[in-house]
């Protein structure tokens, strides 16, 4: 190490680099497979889900109505946790204090006879009216050391809740997280009233089946069930007769990665990037040993004269073999105990970067086997051929060094390309998911998201609400104010026959009307930015007093099957209601969703959502004055606003984090790719120097030697592109098609990849050239 500083400092960067990059993956991969295994009877709990829309979504939800009624009617059932959420961000009024708490949820005792979550003090009494389960931690941070057990809580809009228990806060690889449960038993009674119209509230359903019970048995008697006693309306049927709607039990522990639930009350996974991430840390980790055994078979030639000596004083082929593997551990153990420590550091910024709590436990069993074994996996897979290739030098030709001996290098060719074919497919990849993340960022939606944010009022302002409104509107940088009872991706749904909303007289009995539906002012579309084709346009529709007025989408004039719906009047939400205008359509989902038909419902009496548009540059000051004039009016609630960009953001947080990651990783995979072009390019120009020195004599410019230099470097790249390429293609149209809205892909994208391979490839291969064309070309051939 110290007679070859340069390439040991490479050999040690590289390594360290690769190895690091693998810990901080292989800590996100074990993480994830981690998710809810904690629990002792996982293997026996399910959830109850639903394929709808044709089996083109899964909903991790069901009806609270259904749900007991299975309850009721199937023993196997008998144990059934109903998880509902209250809302969010929802006030909490406890010890003459008032906050707001996330994760809080409705359920019943069974959820702590099916989960683990451990009670820490009190009797959980869930199935009794008004009571509640709170963590340990949201007990300290509002009660400090006093024991919350008897306390009495207000829940806004919900009731008063007497606190029996305490839970131990679930861990991080739990997917339910929850911070305060309340009961729900008044909720269960009013939804077996309602079975008969399918009522209740929409849950996430667990169920712990009983040992030796086999989950088909129950299905089986689920759906005889549903046939028996189920409403007719609630029951679909494709044209065999099966339920078009299936009702379908889902194995608990595979839920976060395996479900693909497009609907579910808490987030999951999708197994293919826990598959994809894994294989980028195994692809880093084979780079940089390549760059190892590139680099080191490189160098091979400059050891010949020792492996010679060493023969000749006695040294036999194992003994050799073993000095040289040996070597290599000492290498990677180096590498492996400071890619921990580097590790260590950068895990503040990569948990940010993924949105997860990982940490390195360095005192137990798994760290030291770890350790240990990474140094042996690299060590013998970096140094096994290197120290094959050293020991099988003849002595009598590894005694006439590097100018008798020619180094074979097929395999170290074969290294290189299985380098630059891992660093290209990666570069593509990422340049596809970027295109990808741009094109949702950038692609029109029907509506303007920027300057414009939402304020959840919660009903606070009553009557007063309109004052608010109007305060708002009179603040400078305020350009226009708007009150609704939903905002976009928040809404009701409006469901019926075709025939019921256009006045046909005979209509399909499969052909229905489905639309998301909610009732806005009449400044609604001129505040969020839509659009008006047909009608009234946006501004006039602004100056409107009558509310008996709907407009609707183009996608639901196509599907209404209306030439021109402008003055024809349909029942919507009870009330006939005239039509002025057609808008663009708008994305109300995210861009993984194809455009729904939707109707915006105009009134004048709204007291949810107060939409804003501001000014461009102007919204920090006029936000000042905003939460002064609701501080004004509401004394115990904290001013709360959600910009529109950050909200529709929401929907792709899991692929902006694929992305970073990915161009995180992936730079790093090209930069241990630079290491060993830089390495491979010095050793050539070194073993080349005199042909290079004849060359200057006879001519030769800086341009022609970083030809020779870069023409087998060229070839490589060129083949390892050819090969990458439809590799990328399958993998990234799979994933491109988790999206109904997606970017085409062109040649010009994976061109992308190969130029930058080659702009780097002939950055390392010029430098050497430029040093090696400055050489006097007799310091070069004198000892000839």
Same mark, same amino acid.
């Given at each position: 190490?110290?007679?070859?500083?340069?390439?040991?400092?490479?050999?040690?960067?590289?390594?360290?680099?690769?190895?690091?990059?693998?810990?901080?993956?292989?800590?996100?991969?074990?993480?994830?497979?981690?998710?809810?295994?904690?629990?002792?009877?996982?293997?026996?709990?399910?959830?109850?889900?639903?394929?709808?829309?044709?089996?083109?979504?899964?909903?991790?939800?069901?009806?609270?109505?259904?749900?007991?009624?299975?309850?009721?009617?199937?023993? @196997?059932?008998?144990?059934?946790?109903?998880?509902?959420?209250?809302?969010?961000?929802?006030?909490?009024?406890?010890?003459?204090?008032?906050?707001?708490?996330?994760?809080?949820?409705?359920?019943?005792?069974?959820?702590? *006879?099916?989960?683990?979550? &451990?009670?820490?003090?009190?009797?959980?009494?869930?199935?009794?009216?008004?009571?509640?389960?709170?963590?340990?931690?949201?007990?300290?941070?509002?009660?400090?050391?006093? +024991? &919350?057990?008897?306390?009495? /809580?207000?829940v806004d809009g919900t009731g008063s809740f007497e606190i029996t228990a305490i839970a131990v806060d679930p861990p991080a690889n739990s997917r339910i997280q929850f911070k305060l449960l309340l009961s729900n038993l008044s909720e269960l009674k009013e939804a077996a009233a309602d079975f008969a119209e399918s009522g209740g509230s929409i849950v996430s359903a667990y169920i712990l089946l009983p040992e030796n019970v086999s989950i088909e048995s129950v299905q089986a008697k689920v759906d005889k069930l549903m046939l028996d006693e189920w409403p007719k309306s609630a029951l679909k049927f494709d044209e065999e007769g099966n339920f078009e709607q299936k009702m379908y039990f889902f194995p608990f522990s595979d839920i976060h990665l395996k479900s693909g639930f497009t609907f579910s009350l808490f987030p999951v996974n999708d197994i293919r990037y826990i598959y994809l991430f894994g294989s980028i840390a195994c692809l880093i980790l084979m780079i940089a040993c390549l760059n190892y055994v590139n680099l080191i078979t490189a160098r091979s030639i400059k050891k010949m004269k020792e492996i010679g000596l060493r023969k000749v004083f006695g040294a036999n082929r194992k003994q050799i073999l073993r000095q040289n593997i040996f070597e290599s551990c000492v290498y990677t153990f180096i590498?492996?105990?400071?890619?921990?420590?580097?590790?260590?550091?950068?895990? &503040?910024?990569?948990?940010?970067?993924?949105?997860?709590?990982?940490?390195?436990?360095?005192?137990?069993? *798994?760290?030291?086997?770890?350790?240990?074994?990474?140094?042996?996996?690299?060590?013998?897979?970096?140094?096994?051929?290197?120290a094959l290739r050293l020991s099988g030098f003849k002595t009598i030709n590894a005694l006439h060094g590097n100018s008798k001996v020619k180094e074979r290098s097929g395999v170290r060719r074969g290294l290189v390309f299985t380098q630059f074919l891992v660093a290209q497919s990666l570069i593509?990849?990422?340049?596809? /998911?970027?295109?990808?993340?741009?094109?949702?960022?950038?692609?029109?939606?029907?509506?303007?998201?920027?300057?414009?944010?939402? =304020?959840?009022?919660?009903?606070?302002?009553?009557?007063?609400?309109?004052?608010?409104?109007?305060?708002?509107?009179?603040?400078?940088?305020?350009?226009?104010? +708007?009150?609704?009872?939903?905002?976009?991706?928040?809404?009701?749904?409006?469901?019926?026959?075709?025939?019921?909303?256009?006045?046909?007289?005979?209509? +399909? @009995? *499969?052909?229905?009307?489905?639309?998301?539906?909610?009732?806005?002012?009449?400044?609604?579309?001129?505040?969020?930015?839509?659009?008006?084709?047909?009608?009234?346009?946006?501004?006039?529709?602004?100056?409107?007093?009558?509310?008996?007025?709907?407009?609707?989408?183009?996608?639901?004039?196509?599907?209404?099957?209306?030439?021109n719906p402008i003055g024809m009047r349909m029942k919507f939400w009870g009330k006939e209601r005239e039509v002025v205008a057609v808008i663009d359509d708008f994305h109300n989902e995210s861009l993984k969703s194809e455009i729904m038909p939707s109707a915006l419902i105009l009134t004048g009496n709204h007291r949810d959502f107060l939409n804003i548009r501001f000014e461009s540059g102007q919204t920090r000051e006029a936000l000042s004055q905003i939460e002064d004039i609701w501080n004004s009016m509401v004394k115990d609630r904290p001013f709360l606003f959600q910009f529109y960009d950050d909200y529709y953001d929401a929907n792709y947080r899991k692929e902006t984090r694929l992305g970073n990651v990915f161009n995180v990783f992936s730079g790093i995979a090209i930069s241990i790719s630079i =290491?060993?072009?830089?390495?491979?390019?010095?050793?050539?120009?070194?073993?080349?120097?005199?042909?290079?020195?004849?060359?200057?004599?006879?001519?030769?410019?800086?341009?022609?030697?970083?030809?020779?230099?870069?023409?087998?470097?060229?070839?490589?790249?060129?083949?390892?592109?050819?090969?990458?390429?439809?590799? /990328?293609? /399958?993998?990234?149209?799979d994933w491109l098609d988790t999206f109904k809205y997606k970017i085409t892909l062109s040649p010009f994208t994976f061109a992308i990849g190969l130029v930058i391979t080659l702009v780097v490839a002939f950055a390392s291969v010029w430098h050497q050239s430029r040093r090696v064309s400055r050489v006097n070309p007799t310091e070069i051939l004198r000892n000839e």
């Open positions: 190490m110290k007679r070859d500083k340069f390439f040991s400092i490479l050999n040690l960067v590289g390594l360290t680099v690769g190895v690091t990059s693998f810990i901080l993956l292989a800590l996100y991969v074990k993480n994830e497979l981690s998710v809810d295994q904690f629990h002792s009877k996982k293997d026996q709990i399910y959830i109850i889900a639903e394929n709808v829309n044709g089996g083109k979504d899964k909903w991790a939800r069901y009806r609270t109505s259904h749900a007991a009624r299975m309850q009721d009617r199937i023993p @196997e059932l008998s144990q059934m946790a109903m998880l509902s959420q209250l809302g969010f961000d929802d006030l909490i009024k406890a010890n003459d204090r008032s906050f707001y708490v996330e994760n809080v949820y409705m359920s019943n005792n069974d959820f702590f *006879e099916i989960f683990d979550f &451990p009670i820490k003090q009190g009797n959980v009494e869930l199935n009794q009216e008004n009571k509640a389960v709170i963590t340990e931690s949201l007990a300290r941070q509002y009660f400090n050391d006093e +024991s &919350p057990i008897g306390k009495v /809580i207000e590498s492996v105990l400071l890619a921990f420590a580097l590790a260590e550091r950068l895990l &503040p910024y990569y948990n940010n970067l993924i949105d997860r709590q990982l940490s390195l436990s360095y005192f137990s069993l *798994e760290f030291f086997v770890f350790v240990i074994g990474l140094t042996l996996i690299v060590g013998l897979a970096s140094g096994i051929y290197p593509v990849a990422t340049v596809i /998911i970027q295109s990808q993340l741009s094109y949702l960022q950038n692609k029109d939606l029907g509506y303007d998201r920027e300057n414009a944010l939402f =304020i959840k009022t919660y009903g606070e302002l009553g009557d007063r609400t309109s004052v608010f409104k109007d305060e708002v509107a009179r603040i400078s940088g305020v350009k226009e104010v +708007s009150l609704t009872t939903n905002i976009i991706d928040h809404n009701g749904i409006t469901f019926g026959k075709v025939s019921e909303f256009n006045g046909e007289e005979e209509s +399909s @009995e *499969e052909d229905f009307f489905f639309s998301n539906s909610f009732e806005v002012d009449f400044n609604y579309l001129k505040t969020i930015g839509m659009r008006s084709v047909l009608g009234m346009t946006v501004d006039e529709i602004a100056e409107i007093t009558s509310e008996d007025k709907i407009v609707i989408t183009k996608a639901a004039q196509e599907k209404l099957r209306m030439e =290491i060993g072009l830089i390495g491979l390019t010095t050793f050539a120009a070194e073993q080349r120097l005199k042909e290079f020195g004849i060359r200057k004599v006879l001519g030769a410019s800086a341009s022609q030697l970083v030809g020779l230099l870069s023409k087998e470097f060229v070839f490589l790249i060129l083949i390892s592109f050819l090969v990458a390429c439809p590799i /990328i293609y /399958i993998a990234s149209a």
